[in-house]
């Protein structure tokens, strides 16, 4: 995990659940399989939390280093107990592998004093300790399917008795075509007159998340308390918004086609079918997506989209015209109602006399004809992701009635 070679959606999981039961979350850590470390990390933990929660590291091997820790931790010693052990052996049977390798008694050890909570699944127990001062600490398998059991069965339960009559509710509103810099400058009052409920803003690829969250007793009052909250967001980001339930960009496309009965055909260039992609990630696209054409080369934008040579010659292929005769040029060969076009310099070379960065996205309808350029910094992943975004929230715009320029990002 501290390589990046595994995510952490241990952490994400537990968070959610934690929120549900109204139990507020306020530090993730990492560290790793070293035990002064881990007892550090631990120490630190219970001074700025009343609960923690520890996952990973109650296996069999010697890299499995949180019972010691925590045993060290608290000056506790280790005892065995046998009922464990029975256990593992009984679930070694059951596995039909032969005995029990005699690594594995280390999962009967739990320091002295503590609670454990036997695992349904595998063979490694959970741990709880009840402080003198109430804080708690609990310790559950890293198998995500083993840790959800414990925390489903035993932790939250536990949690939501101790928390009282509390949820807390998260609603998020996603916009693309601005920066996270002016979302900022549009929202900066809310962000700093509200706790609860409370504003944040998550930037990632090409759009911005502004996540509103509230606490209250019940589900249906924290929904009461971020419902004008959202209204006043909703105003103030206007048609830079494309969904206020934390859909896609692309789940949001699908429901407005399908609403208006319209299908839509791609060409693609420096995106290389990604936009196809997307679309079709959606279940039912075949409602309204009718296909793309993936036109890399100068030729295959002749002949299969029919892109004059003229415009090849002159503009090039990454220019307005080409862009505009690709959108014709895909609506035509498909028979849809819209066409979409994408091409570019995707870096991190200049293609065909653009910059690396340099995007042309494209509409073409019966009652539109419309092509915007776009400038993205960056690495090539990034250009590419960008340009998918633009072209999915120009025919966004487009079946809005919203003015296809887009917002000033």
Known sequence: MLLGQIANTNARWISERLAAVGVDVLHHQAVGDNVPRIVETLRTAMGRADVVIVT????????????????????????????????????????????????????????????????????????????????????????????????????????AVLAGPA?????TL??????????????????????????AYLASSSEVKVRLTAKAETRERAEAMLAPL??????????????????ELEEALGRLLRADGRTLACAESLTGGGVGERITSVAGASDYFVGSAVVYTAEAKRRVLGVSRETLEGPGVVSE???????AGARRLFGADLGLALTGAAGPEPHAGAEPGTVWVAVDAEDV?????????????????????????????????????????
């Open 230 to 247: 959202a209204a006043e967001v909703q105003a103030r980001l206007a048609d830079a918004l494309f969904t206020v339930d934390d859909e």
């Open 167 to 171: 949820t807390i509710v998260s609603r």
């Open 56 to 159: 990973g590291g109650l296996g069999p091997t010697e890299d499995d280093l949180t019972r010691d820790a925590i045993a060290q931790l608290l000056d506790l010693e280790m005892v065995r107990h046998p009922e464990i052990e029975e256990l593992l052996r009984d679930t070694f049977a059951g596995y039909g592998r032969g005995d029990m390798p005699l690594i594995n008694l280390r999962q009967a050890d739990v320091p002295e004093g503590m609670r454990y909570i036997a695992p349904v699944r595998g063979t490694a127990p959970g741990l709880v300790s009840t402080l003198p001062d109430g804080k708690r600490i609990y310790a559950v398998p890293g198998v995500p399917a083993e840790m959800q059991e414990m925390m489903e069965a035993t932790i939250l339960p536990e949690l």
């Open 174 to 199: 996603r916009s693309a075509s601005l920066g996270e810099s002016r979302v900022a400058e549009r929202l900066r009052d809310l962000f700093e007159g509200s706790s609860n409920p409370s504003v």
């Open 369 to 409: 004809r419309h092509a915007r350029r776009l400038h993205v910094p960056g690495e090539r992943s990034r250009v590419r992701r960008w340009a998918e975004q633009a072209g999915l929230d120009l025919v966004r715009r487009y079946l809005e009635g919203l003015s296809l320029s887009g917002p000033d990002r």
């Open 321 to 327: 015209a080409c862009a505009l005769e690709m959108a």
